[in-house]
């Protein structure tokens, strides 16, 4: 028979006489004393098998609910932690975090599949779809001592002549750096930093102003004054993006289903003007 044969098989594998047969059938197949050694060897190494089938299989649930979420530094710094709290409170996503130093960062780790979805301010190239969360307004960061500190707001004419600083170039500070211009404000010494404590820091010993996206800026420190801007610098609009030409996995269908409701009263309740009145 096809056991007979396996158990052959096996016998001259291992050199030995595993199966004492008797003749005629009519007594029950007995296991020599090596026989009885090999069984017991392999019982050990069926169970690690059926050990080592069950880790493999939870890791595969567990990398299922897995998503690789990239996200720009003010971004991660304060829509995430809030974000990822409400995630875990209901539901069994793991989301792993990627800070993008830079817009081609963000547009790379969907471009080589590092993340699936990041959230990144417009403009995108064609092959990445969006979905908007907020816009993001400019506003002034001055030093608390500054003469400007006490306004609600400021126009660009008021910051003629001090100096300017602000977030690194990327094609939407472009577009502002354009509109501010239009103004008449002189932008030959504009520095730009990639830090966003460096540039909050700089707003705060002076002369500087900072025009920034408002969620660049840690509103709970004394030593600087957020005003508004009075002029039509367009905003930062915010998106959660995918690569056109892949599919989500579900964990990330079920992430973005879940976060963008989500981001989007994290948005909204950091505009300036909501956090003035709620001061």
Known sequence: SGVSQQIATLERIVDHQLL?????????????????????????????????YRDLTARE????????????????????????????????LVVELQEARSHAQLVSSLDD???????????????????????????????AGSRLAGRPGVSISELAGLPIIGIER??????????????????????????NQLIQALAAQGPAVAIVPSLVVEGADDSVAVLRLHASVPPRTLVLAQHRDRLLSPAARELKQRALPLLRSLVARRQPERRAEAG
Not at 24 to 30: A, D, F, L, Q, Y
Not at 116 to 124: D, F, M, S
């Open 61 to 92: 649930a567990d990398a299922a609910n897995v998503v690789r979420l990239a996200a720009f530094p003010s971004a991660a710094v304060h829509l995430l932690p809030q974000l990822l709290a409400e995630l875990r409170a209901s539901t069994a």
């Open 170 to 195: 990327c094609p939407h500070e472009e577009v502002v750096e354009s509109h501010l211009r239009t103004y008449g404000l002189d932008l030959s010494r504009f520095q730009r930093y990639e830090d």
């Open 113 to 143: 599949a590092t993340a699936e979805l990041v959230i990144a301010p417009l403009p995108l190239p064609p092959h990445l779809v969006a979905e908007e969360i907020g816009e993001d307004p400019y506003v002034a960061v001055v030093a």
């Open 20 to 52: 004492v047969r008797h003749a005629g059938g009519r007594r029950p197949v007995e296991t020599t004393s090596v026989g009885e050694v090999f069984l017991t060897h392999a019982k050990d190494v069926l169970a690690k098998i059926d050990e080592a």
